[in-house]
C-alpha cells in the first residue's frame, strides 16, 4: 500500500468553492484501478491549507493509472486552478503501524 501525501494551499476566500469542487472531484479519483481510499484535511491554523491522503495499491496505480486518465483531467480542470503554489506530491510506505 502507498500513501499519496499533498499539501494543498488554496488561494484566498475560495476555500468553500474549493471544498464542493473537491467532492465532486473524488468521483474520478475512486474510478482508478488501484484506488483504495481519500481524505482531505483543513489545517486549523490557516484556513486556506489542507492535505489531500489517497491510499493505492502501487505507486504505477497513481503516477500512470491515475495521471495519464481522462479521470485525471477531469480532476486537474475541477481543482488545479485554486493552488497557490502548486502542491508538492509525494508517495509514502508504512514502516511502523500501531492502530
Same mark, same amino acid.
Request: charged share 30%; hydrophobic share 35%.
Given at each position: 500500500? #502507498?500513501?499519496?501525501? !499533498?499539501?494543498? *494551499?488554496? /488561494?484566498?476566500n475560495l476555500e468553500q468553492q474549493f471544498e464542493s469542487d473537491f467532492l465532486e !472531484?473524488? *468521483?474520478?479519483?475512486? @474510478? #482508478? =484501478? +488501484?484506488? =483504495? @481510499? %481519500?481524505?482531505? $484535511? /483543513?489545517?486549523?491554523?490557516? $484556513?486556506? /491549507?489542507?492535505i489531500l491522503l489517497v491510499e493505492w495499491e502501487t505507486i504505477k496505480d497513481h @503516477?500512470? +493509472?491515475? $495521471? &495519464?486518465?481522462? !479521470?485525471?483531467? =477531469?480532476? /486537474? &480542470?475541477?481543482?488545479? %486552478?485554486?493552488?497557490?503554489?502548486?502542491?508538492?506530491?509525494? %508517495?509514502? *510506505?508504512?514502516? #511502523?503501524?500501531? *492502530?
Amino acid at each position: 500500500m #502507498i500513501l499519496e501525501v !499533498a499539501t494543498l *494551499k488554496i /488561494k484566498e476566500n475560495l476555500e468553500q468553492q474549493f471544498e464542493s469542487d473537491f467532492l465532486e !472531484a473524488g *468521483k474520478y479519483i475512486s @474510478s #482508478i =484501478k +488501484g484506488y =483504495k @481510499s %481519500h481524505s482531505l $484535511r /483543513k489545517c486549523i491554523e490557516q $484556513r486556506n /491549507k489542507y492535505i489531500l491522503l489517497v491510499e493505492w495499491e502501487t505507486i504505477k496505480d497513481h @503516477s500512470i +493509472g491515475f $495521471r &495519464t486518465s481522462d !479521470a485525471y483531467i =477531469k480532476w /486537474k &480542470t475541477l481543482l488545479h %486552478h485554486y493552488y497557490n503554489p502548486f502542491p508538492v506530491v509525494e %508517495h509514502y *510506505k508504512t514502516i #511502523i503501524e500501531n *492502530k
